[in-house]
């Protein structure tokens, strides 16, 4: 197998050839590091390489297999979202704020994935502390999309799933607080899983919006989706809100029998801009669900429409909070001045971006005297409102689809100017987030040449479900083996 077969393995065919001795954790990483070295320049899907960290851990993992001790993901190399922080490698967040900070703790999900023995290969880039839908608002530069590297990947966490769909890394983690890991993968043709609010500990994630936040997987399959899963899920004690429930065997539910379940189809996902090849695309996504044995049933979500707005005041709330820690004092960006105050000015004006601060002036005037229970404790009010529609979904059925974005991915800088446009990208993931509940993105088609994405919701801690209905989908169709033509830069 030469050096291009092995970086478009699964994780879990990576596995199977691992535990067997066909493959070596070293030629597994070395491969890896190669095509990072020659196809990201333009694809500028990392901001750090960890490649002395990636070859002795799979030097170790290499070990640890031969030993007979191999975990879930021993020797399978990852990406990292530059959010979550480590021990070995700086973190960032893509803001000149935190530029060369170092953690003194890995986060929860990254000791869970080195405890298993994965291979990290890096830091990959996203939108400033994760605020944004195409990770044009890196400080350190905008990510391309392997499909057309004229288009963005999404956002924020489009580092991550521009490595996994370049053949950059076997799967990598981001953070999805408004749609930020289903809305990317979905522009870059991947399987990208926002768990439940509460599955996976959100220790060490530099927090945006800390009641939405959650940590998931990027991968080419829905396997190696529910093995990531699997891995990093699970109460923590250094996270309040992470929740003490047994976590399933993933993979169990992957049966590709779907027969008899009732799928929802909720009549408000159907906006004005929504693309036609997008949906062509998820009308026959659903239609093969239908010919694959499952009941299609129309359910309502009516307060769908006002999901936007909600998010667009609660999560700024929360960011203005979350953010107030980069001061110039503790660590990260200190810039002098004659005064405390000015001090404070100086460092946060230079060291924060366009959008960082809007997301900052709009959360502080949400949370201000005279203006707090007219915006924020009403949106809170309307969050009840929209998980009240999903329960009564989910009462009638066992899942709902929908599209995962309106269109498909747009061209470099078509959207920067106009911040509502922009917003516009994550209408159909974000109700998910302000409901805590689970979805995945899976590839269903493609339209002008990009792909087009299906988004399955469950109920809360049923993730399981969702595999299964992602899981029988894929395997019906040949959407996920596809490939992006990178011969141009020398993928």
């Known amino acids: ?44 899907a990392y901001l750090h390489v960890m490649a002395d960290v990636a070859r002795a851990q799979a030097a170790e993992a290499d070990a640890r297999i031969a030993r007979g001790e191999a975990g879930m993901l021993t020797g399978i190399p990852v990406a990292l979202k530059d959010v979550l922080v480590t021990i070995d490698a700086p973190t960032t967040a893509a803001s000149k704020i935190l530029e060369g900070y170092r953690s003194p703790y890995d986060a929860t999900v990254v000791s869970r994935l080195r ?55 076997v799967i990598s983690l981001g953070s999805d607080t408004g749609g930020s890991i289903r809305q990317p993968a979905g522009f870059c043709g991947v399987v990208g899983l926002k768990p439940t609010y509460g599955r996976v500990s959100r220790f060490g994630l530099i927090a945006f919006a800390s009641s939405l936040d959650q940590i998931g997987p990027f991968s080419r399959s829905v396997e190696d989706a529910a093995m990531m899963l699997q891995v990093i899920a699970g ?49 026959a996504a659903i239609d093969r669900l239908r010919e694959l044995g499952a009941e299609i049933v129309e359910v309502s979500l009516p307060h769908t429409k006002y999901a936007l707005p909600t998010y667009y005041i609660t999560a700024p709330a ?79 059925v066992d899942a709902i689809v929908a599209p995962t974005s309106p269109t498909v991915a747009f061209k470099i800088g078509a959207r920067t100017d106009d911040p509502y446009q922009m917003y516009l990208a994550d209408v159909w993931t974000i109700p998910a987030n302000m409901a805590g509940i689970p979805g995945i993105a899976i590839p269903c088609g493609f ?22 209905v992602a899981h029988a989908y894929e395997q019906s169709e040949r959407w996920s083996t596809m490939r992006p033509d990178l011969t141009a830069i020398g993928g």
């Not at 392997?146 to 999404?154: C, E, K, S, T």
């Not at 065997?249 to 090849?277: H, Q, S, W």
């Not at 087009?452 to 993730?463: N, T």
């Open 318 to 396: 929360e960011a203005s909070a979350n953010l107030a820690r980069f001061d110039g004092v503790k660590y990260g960006l200190s810039i002098e001045a004659n005064s405390l105050r000015e001090m404070y000015e100086r460092t946060r004006g230079e060291g924060f971006g366009a959008e960082v601060k809007r997301r900052i002036m709009l959360g502080t005037y949400a949370l201000s005297s005279g203006y707090y229970d007219a915006y924020y404790v009403k949106a809170q009010k309307v969050r009840t409102l929209l998980k009240k529609d999903f329960d009564e979904a989910f009462a009638q």
């Open 115 to 169: 405890d298993d023995g994965a291979v990290f290969l890096g830091k990959v880039n996203t939108d400033e502390f994760a605020m944004g839908s195409s990770t044009e608002n890196s400080a350190f530069g905008v990510t391309h999309n392997p499909w057309d590297l004229d288009r963005v990947p999404g956002g924020s966490s489009g580092g991550a799933s521009a490595s996994v769909a370049a053949g950059e890394a």
């Open 1 to 44: 197998m030469n050096a291009t077969d092995l970086t478009w393995l699964s994780a879990a065919d990576a596995r199977r050839m691992l535990d067997r001795k066909e493959i070596s954790s070293a030629e597994l990483t070395d491969a890896h590091l190669r095509r990072i070295d020659e196809i990201d320049g333009p694809i500028h």
């Open 447 to 468: 339209s002008d040449g990009m792909p087009v994405s299906l988004q399955v919701f469950g109920k809360a801690f049923d993730e399981s479900t969702v595999f299964k």
């Open 235 to 283: 109460k923590d004690a250094n996270d309040s809100t992470s929740v003490p429930l047994p976590v399933p065997n993933y993979r169990d539910a992957l049966t590709g029998d779907i027969r008899g379940m009732k799928i929802g189809v909720a009549r408000e996902y159907r906006i004005d801009g929504m693309e036609p090849g997008v949906d062509k695309a998820t009308s």
